[in-house]
């Protein structure tokens, strides 16, 4: 844990014992970790160790699956997203996801964006709307590159872009929290340094909870870092403290290549 | 515990729009909820209705009488009972009775009680469905059965005798022969070359213009409505070739030219199934493609290829129309004893039954919907357990 | 120097026959199109050498056995496209909806169960629709529309409008469950992490993405309605009726080849032949929206790159 007496950092995110079985299988053994706001925070570990998983309990995607049972609390500005009476659907208006494989709908680059805040009442069609898009768009970074084929098809764009619609789409709706699940593992290097680029300047306004096998990316973006292994939270601290210096073997066998 | 509503006013996570939302979300999975059970209540329903107007066709109305073998009745077969009886007794019965004197001659100068067939206005009456009964006979039926000559027995004859101008001495029987004698026509000819068509196409053919021709043509042939086969048939078969009308050999020609695709497409799938590695393997042995295909490809796919069969056996054997064109509609009475004599299919003596005025033909045309479907669901079960069977996960 | 043995003479002559005539038992399949094809368009060009062939296409008073007999098949094509839209109306909302929940609510259990009960409605051969259409359905209409003062007959074009879409729901839920399952769960995932309900995901990203495929069913069900013989011979009119109200009697295409014939007129008379004029018409509209339903399906193949359809 980061050292309590030098943390200035406010607390978007605090998860307290999370425990989640895929029907047997006991796969998140306990996660306590509060995760700051208008941070960057990774998630790393082996394949397999569940950072996927924990990621997916902070929206309550995991709902979906019907063999799914979760313990323990997600709190954000107070209140446990897993309380009886919050509507999952709510839920996921403030905490956004961008996904590993670029997934645009097959709707016009205008019409990616706009789609979910119109469906939420944010915007009406209209002037409004339009800038809203506009601003989304120039966020995510696209604006300059899509200004003016606005009724493309959004799979028109190449993979790197694609992804930044996604971005775009996502802070569309106004979330307070972005998650990103391998956001740049299917993208060339060039497109990767990109996004890190984005996510960097997006930290300023929301919170992002990245998940990330790349090591180095963890490195570059992520203030804090939490390593993974099995199903449990083996560290969590500042970046440069788990590359450094960590506390736990296991993570130092990680960080060095010793597995993975 | 109270049970909170969920998105509730003082939740730091409400939101306004969702509840309308979820409400026409709600509406849109019960509408289509409803669909779904409207398709299974359609076929309970349909079940059912076959079912109650069938199962009494299983049963039969006898009557018991004297009936008198002498030289008047043998001449005459109408005298053989008291007058009164006439009209209650089927009259086909009647007619049978100068050959039974004939084939069993110590019969003559005998008068027996015997259970004979009733009349089918009288079956029906003692149904409880329309009758064209007049009052007398009516009132001499009610005496009967108070007397405990009316009996309702197991209907044999529905199985035993072929078509008949008498309702009640009609039956599927030479319907039932026409069916297999034209579905064996039907298999030898699609079978071989629909399997043989997917043999090539899945071992043999090169990605050349005769193969994108070969498979267009066999997604055409599955896109034709039955009846032009019909027209086919009548065209090319009966004019051009000159073959007998209502022939098993016509209608099972016809038939296999529609039941192609079926086997086609599902041997194609099943030879697909068989993994590469089987085929390398025999190659490595030094086979030719042929042995390589017929000794250890074939063997492997045969089980996909014969449920794909029977499944297409199932579906000719519920034709209709293709077979109402090249004639196997007409009057058949009797079984056929060849694939050139004329016969009538299941499917098609249904249809003739259904147009029938007599009340007792509702009976029996849904009785025999129920051996018909009773059929296709043995042969599509006989074909699901073969898949089951057979499944090999490779 | 050798070292492999030099190849069998008979052994190759065998191998060369069995190719051939695998090539042969393909062909057939290729005679057997052109034969439907060339058949009827002979037997029809007879006919249209002893009628006009542009007042069969446009004319509407069809008598047959006179001696200036005439036909004009419109009100033949309309009735058949009275029934067919009757059928579909039905079809495509149940069919649909069917498919719908099985692909995106049920369980997989639920959905093990019900889709061979659905794959029945395919089984049953259409005579014993037609049984059903003709003795259950139509009196139903009869009394039903009599119970709201109007009157229908017998024969209704509703009666085997109805029993007719029922026939054809498996065809377009069957293909409809294909093309839905078939559309990528990014989609779904990502419409869901914007904060959206299942039910929207479905409507607005789901359905919109699989529609070339659904089109594809729809009009693969429309050819299958059109060619169909049994229901409407047995439940449906005799007679050409050009008229718009479902509870007349009103006579198909396939209607008409069956009664002319086996009707009494020799082969060669118009009203004979005329069946297969009608008879080229239904292969060529049935044939046309077969090449549409594939060409749809190919779109929704390549844009999502599926190899399981």
Known sequence: ?260 | MIKRKKNHKDNPFYDATLNARHRKSKRFKKFTLSSLVFSIAFLVFFLFDITSKGTPAFKQAYLKVEVTYSELSKKSYRKAIERKYSKIVSRAYLRTIPMMIEENPQLMGQTISTWVIADDQVDQYLKGHHYKLKNKDRALVDQMKADGNVELRFNTIFFTNGDSKSPEFAGLNSAIIGSILTMIITMLIAFPIGVMTAIYLEEFAEDNKFTQIIEVNINNLAAIPSILFGLLGLAVFINLFGLPRSAPVVGGLTLALMTLPIIIVSSRAALRAVPDSIRQAAYGLGLTKIEVTRDHVLPLAFPGILTGSIIGLAQAMGETAPLIIIGMIAYIPDAPSSVMDAATVMPAQLFTWAGMPERMYVEKTAAGIMVLLSILVALNSLAIYLRKKFEVKW | MHTFESKNKSREMKEKAIKMALIVASTISILTTFGVLFSILFEAIAFFELRSFWYFLTGSVWSPGQVDSQFGAVPIFTGTIMITLIALVVAIPIGLGSAIFMSEYASHKTRDYLKPVLEVLAGIPTVVYGFFAALTVAPIVVKTAAWFGLEATFNSALASGVVMGIMIIPVISSLSDDVIKAVPDSQRKAALGLGMTQGETIKDIVLPSALPGIISACLLGFSKAIGETMIVVMAAGLRPNLSFNPLEDMTTVTVTIVNSLVGDFEFNSPETLVAFALGLALFIVTLGLNVLSLMMIRKFKEKYKVNTL
């Open chain 1, 1 to 260: 844990m980061p050292k309590e007496k030098e943390n200035k950092n406010i607390v978007k995110v605090d998860v307290k014992e999370l425990n989640l079985w895929y029907g047997d299988n006991h796969a998140l053994h306990n996660i306590t970790v509060p995760l700051y706001e208008n941070k960057i925070t990774a998630l790393i570990g082996p394949s397999g160790c569940g950072k996927s998983t924990f990621l997916r309990c902070l929206n309550r995607m995991n709902d979906l699956i019907s063999i799914v049972k979760i313990d323990g609390s997600v709190v954000i500005d107070e209140k446990n997203i897993y309380d009886k009476d919050v509507d999952e659907v709510s839920v996921r208006k403030r905490v956004g996801m961008v996904f590993q494989q670029p997934n645009p709908f097959p709707k016009s680059i205008y019409d990616n964006v706009a789609y979910a805040p119109l469906k939420h009442g944010h915007v009406k069609k209209g002037k409004a709307c339009d800038e809203l898009v506009e601003k989304s768009l120039k966020d995510a970074g696209l604006w300059e590159e899509v200004k003016d084929k606005l009724n493309d098809p959004g799979t028109s764009l190449s993979g790197g872009q694609q992804q930044r619609l996604c971005i775009a789409r996502t802070i569309a709706v106004k979330p307070e929290v972005i998650l990103m699940d391998e956001p740049t593992s299917a993208l060339d290097p060039i497109s990767t340094e990109k996004i890190e680029a984005l996510m960097l300047e997006l930290k300023k306004k929301y919170t992002i909870i990245t998940v990330t096998h790349n090591m180095q990316q963890a490195a570059r973006v992520a203030d804090y870092t939490a390593f993974f292994h099995l199903g449990k939270l083996i560290e969590y601290d500042e970046t440069e403290t788990i590359f450094v210096n960590p506390s736990n073997k296991k993570t130092e066998d990680y960080i060095t290549g010793r597995f993975g």
